[in-house]
C-alpha cells in the first residue's frame, strides 16, 4: 500500500509564497519521477511541474521562474515552492509519484490534493 499526502496548501495574496509538501509512504522499493499537477474550477487537470530521479527538472511555461520543485530522495518527499502568486494560480494542487514496489514494473499513485488559493 502506498500513499502519497501533500500538505501547505492555503489562502496567500497575490504576490505572496507558499510551499507545498509531498511525502510518500508504504511499500516502496524505488521512487522515480515526482510531480505537480493542478485543477482550476472548470477546467482540465495540468502539469505544473516534474522533477525526475536524477534530478531533471520541466516546468509548464506559466509558472516558469516563479515556482521550483525540488525533491529529497532519503524521504521520498518533493515540494513545491511557489513564488510570486498570482490569481490564475488559484486551484486544487495535486502530486503525483512513479513508483515501484518491488524491482520491476512500476506505477503512478496521486496525493489527495491541496487547495492554494491567491486572492486580496
Known amino acids: 500500500q502506498v500513499q502519497l499526502v501533500e500538505s501547505g496548501g492555503g489562502l496567500v495574496q497575490p504576490g505572496g509564497s507558499l510551499r507545498l509538501s509531498c511525502a510518500a509512504s508504504?511499500?516502496?522499493?524505488?521512487?522515480?519521477?515526482m510531480g505537480w499537477y493542478r485543477q482550476a474550477s472548470g477546467k482540465q487537470r495540468e502539469l505544473v511541474a516534474r522533477?525526475?530521479?536524477?534530478?531533471?527538472?520541466n516546468y509548464a511555461d506559466s509558472v516558469k521562474g516563479r515556482f521550483t520543485i525540488s525533491r529529497d530522495n532519503a524521504k521520498n518527499t518533493v515540494h513545491l515552492q511557489m513564488n510570486s502568486l498570482k490569481p490564475e494560480d488559484t486551484a486544487v494542487y495535486y502530486c503525483?509519484?512513479?513508483?515501484?514496489?518491488?524491482?520491476?514494473?512500476?506505477?503512478?499513485?496521486w496525493g489527495q490534493g491541496t487547495q492554494v488559493t491567491v486572492s486580496s
Open positions: 503525483n509519484a512513479d513508483i515501484a514496489v518491488q524491482e520491476y514494473g512500476s506505477s503512478r499513485y
Open positions: 508504504g511499500s516502496i522499493f524505488r521512487v522515480y519521477g
Open positions: 522533477i525526475t530521479g536524477g534530478g531533471s527538472t
